[in-house]
Every structure is written in structure tokens, then in C-alpha cells.
């Protein structure tokens, strides 16, 4: 049986590698699902890689993902700090939730240092760069070892 894991990117993650280099790097997201996808060469998962700029079309993946994922990592961007309705769908879901983000939000804006996604989170990597997608799934393939 082959294990899914959902990868969530929220609000203006499409375009990573676009803008603010100095903030986010280089790499774009595609790239970042290219090498996530290579991660797992070989092993029994498999990814469903995503981004929307819509609160509800997130929400929409995470309900879909009780069906069927072993774990999501999200990178809620901006809903990050606002949003007790992505937290409310996390909630529902049994499994892993790793979240990511690019910068790290506790040295930045004091409005970025607050993650509801966090409360529900059983691991967070901040502040590695694009590297920390490769780090929350490289944890979870070890967690099921
Ligand atoms: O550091 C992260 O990964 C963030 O989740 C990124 C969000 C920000 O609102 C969070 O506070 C921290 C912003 C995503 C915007 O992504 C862009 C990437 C490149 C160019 C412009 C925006």
C-alpha cells in the first residue's frame, strides 16, 4: 500500500523564484515539486503537490486529504497568520501535519510571528529556505521507517 502525502502551498507561493529573491531564493515551485518528487523515488510514497491563492479551495484539499493522505505539509503563506478556518480543517485530519515556511516568521513583521496552523502542527520547519519541504517529507518517510 503506497502512502499519500499532501503538500499545500497557500497564497502567492505561485510565484516563488519570481519575485523577492532576497526573502523566498530563487527556486521556483515547480522546481521545489521536482525535487520533492525525487525524494521519493523508490520509496512507498506518493505526493499530491498544490498551490491556490483561496481560503476554501485549501480548505477544500485538507477535507479531501481525510480521505486519503498519510500527511500534509502546508505552507499556508499569509493564512498563516489569519486563518481559525484552515486551522478548523486540520483539525479533522488524523494524520501527520508538518508546517513549513521559506523565511523564518519569528524574526520577521511582528504580525508574522502568530501561526494558527502551528496549534495544530506535530512538527514546524521555519526558516530553511525552500529546503524545508525536502526536511518536513524527509521526516515524515523517516517517521514510517
Ligand atoms: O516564509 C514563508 O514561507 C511564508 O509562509 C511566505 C508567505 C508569508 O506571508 C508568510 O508570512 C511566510 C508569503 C508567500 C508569498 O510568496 C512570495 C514568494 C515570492 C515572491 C512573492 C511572494
Redesign the pocket.
Known amino acids: 500500500m503506497t502512502k499519500l502525502v499532501y503538500i499545500l502551498n497557500?497564497?502567492?507561493?505561485n510565484?516563488?523564484?519570481?519575485?523577492?529573491p532576497d526573502?523566498?531564493g530563487n527556486e521556483t515551485l515547480s522546481s521545489v515539486e521536482k525535487q520533492c518528487r525525487r525524494l521519493i523515488v523508490g520509496t512507498e510514497f506518493r505526493l499530491k503537490f498544490k498551490q491556490s491563492n483561496a481560503e476554501y479551495q485549501l480548505i477544500d484539499w485538507i477535507h479531501e486529504a481525510r480521505q486519503e493522505a498519510h500527511a500534509i505539509i502546508i505552507?499556508?503563506?499569509?493564512y498563516?497568520?489569519t486563518s481559525i478556518a484552515i486551522l478548523d480543517a486540520l483539525n479533522t485530519f488524523d494524520g501527520t501535519v508538518i508546517e513549513?515556511?521559506?523565511?523564518d516568521?519569528k524574526v520577521?513583521e511582528k504580525f508574522?510571528h502568530h501561526s494558527y496552523i502551528s496549534l495544530r502542527a506535530d512538527e514546524e520547519v521555519i526558516g530553511k529556505g525552500t529546503n524545508g519541504y525536502l526536511i518536513a517529507l524527509q521526516s515524515i518517510i523517516k517517521k514510517s521507517i
Open positions: 497557500g497564497p502567492n507561493l510565484l516563488l523564484g519570481k519575485r523577492q526573502i523566498y505552507n499556508a503563506a499569509g498563516t497568520h513549513v515556511h521559506i523565511s516568521i520577521r508574522r
